[in-house]
């Protein structure tokens, strides 16, 4: 069992005051007012490179308290148009017998065999006592490659361990997988050796796979990231994700990337994702269990406890969406375990109305209206080709319904000033 050490003061802010399990709350905070209260107020969050957080306060300086809110704490990192879907699976690192806390594999099934791979990225978490500067856990192996990473957070706190820190990573590995996807994925090189206290420890790592297929519906795609760590009593964490409108026949596919799930008992966690729709509940879900290990099946050499710190979940929340919805909310609530929020995959149908209005939000980003242009053909030549670009990965539509989208993206822009010598 773990030793609960620092609950949190901030998102960012700690101290250490030593506490055990039997102080957390097993009561219920309701969440209340989902995607309709929330409707008018995020703005999207555009990010390159790092997130991290904020250089640490001096404990002095920073009052005691016992939960916190954690609202937003990802970002959006990239908004894409697909005929296709999402899949993940992956595996705990530390406690993984056969491969001695640094090692494991990954299995991937189920993509269409008539797929191709868009996208693929792998998301792991290290807890170490080393600080941000040591890198502690960039470069590892994925299928006999050497992979480095890019900080996706870190964090002067962990979910309840010994370790002073927490470090999340992120690597694309798109050029490395062949189509469809599937297959076994060796994963090697983490730091660990299968200890719980002591030395740095690597709680899993999972590959995010986008999957493009001819046959499958108009999707839009939304990928967040940003490191969150939970180890309060009661702290709450909520996230809204956003940079879509559904449409269509309402499909939804939510792929979170967790670590530190495990079992105490029926609700360790009060998680729901909610849309127009509804919410959906998925309480006590983060169990621990993976593709390659299922829940309570792992080992360490100084604990006799057989927990696994990972989860692999993916989750159809298409009953709680409704056309028209342009967000969900994700809300969590720690009662008996704590976790590290790394990433956020979610997959929602899309109609033309809902395309255009996205491939317009592309192409506005690189064709901006300023006065960069020389004239006006060179500003809605750029449009054309950008919105070719955005409509690109949707092969499932019919001709005629990629020329009227196109037609939609284009001819506002083309009706407008920019270029225009008086524009």
Not at 172 to 200: Q, R, W
Not at 365 to 388: F, K, Q
Request: hydrophobic share 40%; with cysteine; proline share 4%.
């Amino acid at each position: 069992m773990k030793s609960l050490l620092k609950p949190v003061l901030s998102r960012q802010r700690v101290v250490n005051v030593p506490r055990d399990q039997s102080q957390l709350p097993a009561t219920r905070l309701l969440f209340l007012g989902f995607a309709l209260l929330c409707a008018g107020g995020h703005a999207l969050a555009q990010s390159e490179g790092t997130i991290g957080a904020a250089d640490p306060v001096p404990i002095d300086e920073v009052p005691v308290i016992s939960q916190a809110d954690i609202t937003d704490p990802m970002l959006l990192r990239s908004r894409s148009l697909i005929c296709g879907d999402i899949t993940t699976a992956g595996t705990p690192i530390a406690g993984n017998a056969g491969g001695g806390g640094n090692s494991g594999e990954i299995s991937i099934s189920g993509i269409p065999v008539t797929a191709t791979v868009v996208n693929a990225r792998l998301f792991w978490t290290v807890l170490t006592d080393n600080d941000q500067a040591s890198e502690t856990g960039k470069t590892i192996s994925f299928d006999g490659n050497v992979v480095s990473g890019e900080m996706v957070g870190f964090a002067a706190e962990t979910p309840c361990f010994a370790q002073q820190n927490t470090v999340a990573w992120t690597a694309d590995v798109t050029s490395l997988l062949t189509d469809p996807g599937n297959g076994a994925y060796a994963v090697a090189g983490f730091p660990g050796n299968n200890n719980l206290a002591v030395g740095d420890f690597t709680e899993g790592v999972s590959l995010v796979i986008t999957y493009a297929d001819s046959t499958a519906s108009a999707k839009a795609l939304v990928s967040y990231e940003g490191l969150a760590v939970t180890n309060g009593n009661g702290e709450t964490l909520h996230q809204t994700l956003e940079g879509f409108e559904v449409g269509g026949t309402v499909s939804a596919t939510w792929a979170p990337i967790f670590g530190n799930g495990q079992v105490f008992g029926t609700s360790d966690e009060l998680l729901e994702f909610s849309g127009g729709a509804g919410a959906l509940n998925f309480d006590g879900s983060l169990d621990g269990g993976t593709a390659a290990f299922a829940a309570e099946t792992c080992s360490y050499l100084d604990s006799a406890t057989v927990s696994c710190y990972w989860d692999d979940d993916l989750h159809d929340v298409s009953a709680a969406m409704s056309p028209g919805d342009v967000l969900a909310d994700v809300n969590y609530e720690l009662v008996t375990d704590c976790h590290s929020f790394v990433a956020m995959d979610l997959a929602v149908s899309v109609d033309d109305v809902g395309i255009c209005g996205i491939a317009g939000e592309q192409v506005d980003a690189l064709c901006p209206a300023t006065d960069i242009w020389r004239n006006h053909g060179e500003y809605v030549s750029c449009v054309a080709h950008a919105a070719e670009a955005a409509l690109a990965g949707l092969t499932c539509l019919s001709e005629e319904q990629q020329e009227e989208i196109h037609g939609c993206v284009v001819s506002q822009r083309a009706q407008s000033d920019v270029g225009k010598p008086n524009g």
